[in-house]
């Protein structure tokens, strides 16, 4: 058999296999495995868990590594010293004594591909090997620079205006509705709800890579992800409010790195003071929606933001939009004046739905899931989809519909019939229904 995996550039110059077991018996049936699989068996070793981390931390890591678990009485734990040393891209399969399904889902939490009960079956050894195989054999997510890829930030302008509840919205659409491998960052690590808002737990991988940015690497951005659906992942933390964040922001960086050579689409939930503090986030955004209800306040930061903007981040392209907007009677700041202060128009307004808002909360759901017939849900879908599209766009067509030269907001009109530019009678009538 020819070795498949020699050829990709990720996993040049390693092994294509190692093995710890912990007894005679189990080091002859993997040795058999390999021999069947056309497989090295000189590296199978003995030692289990513990020798493999020894090795391991003074030798390069395998494509694929077995480690016996039956030394170690904490398999959890101890993986995680299995993390520390071991390089990305490796593919880990697990085989111990304990029976227990909770330990197999926890193991497979973690980021380990497989988990095998001894005594071992030569089918299953073999079935658990090649499946490795295949998966490391096909194309990586991030592979080939020609996909398409949506790098969008989210920033209310102000608390409370519902960017989360929008960030949310576009990250569930991308991956259900636009079939994009998708990630949601949150940024927030002392009050994010992306998880919550998922009915999700958030786990503890953006903690950790705050803690300890050299760690963040593929391997450890597999086991900090937490799986929303099969096309969404979602990042996130909730650090304990009296832990301070100490971080100059490249834990932020290095993750956004990593998440966009994995995924076709990333939502960053981003809290506003953090990006004014670490400017750099927005290396990796293309697009950044800046959230605003009709105040006076969110007029006012908006102008200021969108100024900032220019200054530190000119290759990111803002979008306004205007949110919880209703009848011109019931806002604080009718559209008109909220576009004469911020000196531009609105790119897109989006209803006042406390209803539907209120019930995607209760179900643990998105806007465009909970409540997809609803004016808001379909104002949603509408802007998912055409900032979906718009990824790859040249940047000088960026926020344009290439095929006809219609702007973001006026595609927006066309799908949603929401938001008219012109007069507010329209714009009245439709929210009031």
């Known amino acids: 058999m020819t070795d498949i995996l020699t050829s990709r550039p990720r996993l040049k110059g390693?092994?294509?296999?190692?093995?710890?077991?912990?007894?005679?018996?189990?080091?002859?049936?993997?040795?058999?495995?390999?021999?069947?699989?056309?497989?090295?068996?000189?590296?199978?070793?003995?030692?289990?868990?513990?020798?493999?981390?020894?090795?391991?931390?003074?030798?390069?890591?395998?494509s694929i590594l077995f480690i016996d678990l039956s030394d170690t009485t904490h398999p959890l734990q101890d993986i995680n010293a299995l993390a520390e040393v071991c390089e990305p891209g490796t593919m880990v399969i697990a085989g111990g004594q304990m029976n227990d399904v909770r330990l197999y889902r926890?193991?497979?939490?973690?980021?380990?591909?497989?988990?095998?009960?001894?005594?071992?079956?030569?089918?299953?050894?073999?079935?658990?090997?090649?499946?490795?195989?295949?998966?490391?054999?096909?194309?990586k997510q991030g592979d080939g620079d020609d996909i398409p890829r949506s790098q969008i930030g989210v920033v209310g302008v102000r608390g409370g205006v519902g960017a989360s509840t929008i960030a949310t919205a576009l990250a569930w659409t991308f991956a259900e509705h636009e079939r994009r491998t998708t990630a949601f960052f949150d940024l927030d690590a002392h009050f994010g709800t992306a998880a919550l808002a998922l009915d999700l737990d958030p786990g503890r991988g953006l903690?950790?890579?705050?803690?300890?940015?050299?760690?963040?690497?593929?391997?450890?951005?597999?086991?900090?992800?937490?799986?929303?659906?099969?096309?969404?992942?979602?990042?996130?933390?909730?650090?304990?409010?009296?832990?301070?964040?100490?971080t100059d922001g490249t834990a932020f960086h290095l993750l956004q790195e990593e998440l966009r050579s994995s995924f076709e689409c990333t939502v960053s939930d981003m809290p506003r003071d953090l990006v004014i503090l670490h400017p750099h986030l927005l290396n990796e955004v293309q697009t950044l929606l800046l959230v605003a209800e009709p105040s006076l306040a969110c007029a006012r930061d908006?102008?200021?933001?969108?100024?900032?903007?220019?200054?530190?981040?000119?290759?990111?392209?803002?979008?306004?939009?205007?949110?919880?907007?209703?009848?011109?009677?019931?806002?604080?700041?009718?559209?008109?004046?909220?576009?004469?202060?911020?000196?531009?128009?609105?790119?897109?307004?989006?209803?006042?739905?406390?209803?539907t808002v209120r019930q995607s909360a209760k179900l643990g759901k998105a806007v465009t899931d909970a409540g997809k017939s609803s004016k808001l849900g379909a104002a949603l879908l509408a802007l998912a989809h055409q900032l979906a599209n718009e990824a790859g766009a040249p940047k000088a067509h960026q926020g344009t519909n290439r095929s006809n030269g219609m702007d973001l907001s006026e595609m927006f009109q066309k799908l949603t019939g929401w938001g008219k530019a012109k007069?507010?009678?329209?714009?009245?009538?439709?929210?009031?229904g």
């Open 14 to 62: 390693r092994e294509i296999f190692s093995a710890f077991v912990c007894d005679d018996q189990s080091a002859d049936q993997v040795r058999a495995t390999c021999q069947a699989l056309n497989w090295p068996i000189d590296r199978v070793h003995k030692g289990g868990l513990k020798n493999a981390v020894q090795t391991l931390s003074v030798s390069s890591s395998p």
């Open 106 to 139: 926890d193991l497979l939490a973690s980021g380990i591909q497989d988990y095998i009960l001894k005594p071992f079956n030569p089918e299953q050894l073999r079935d658990s090997f090649s499946h490795a195989q295949t998966i490391l054999s096909a194309p």
């Open 207 to 246: 903690a950790d890579a705050i803690d300890n940015p050299a760690r963040i690497d593929g391997l450890f951005l597999e086991r900090a992800l937490v799986k929303g659906s099969e096309k969404l992942s979602i990042l996130g933390a909730e650090v304990s409010i009296s832990t301070p964040i100490l």
């Open 302 to 355: 908006t102008f200021r933001l969108l100024t900032w903007l220019k200054a530190q981040a000119p290759h990111v392209h803002p979008l306004v939009i205007l949110n919880k907007q209703t009848s011109a009677a019931a806002t604080e700041v009718s559209q008109s004046d909220f576009e004469k202060s911020i000196e531009q128009k609105v790119d897109v307004t989006l209803p006042e739905d406390a209803k």
């Open 423 to 432: 007069g507010t009678s329209e714009k009245a009538s439709y929210a009031d």
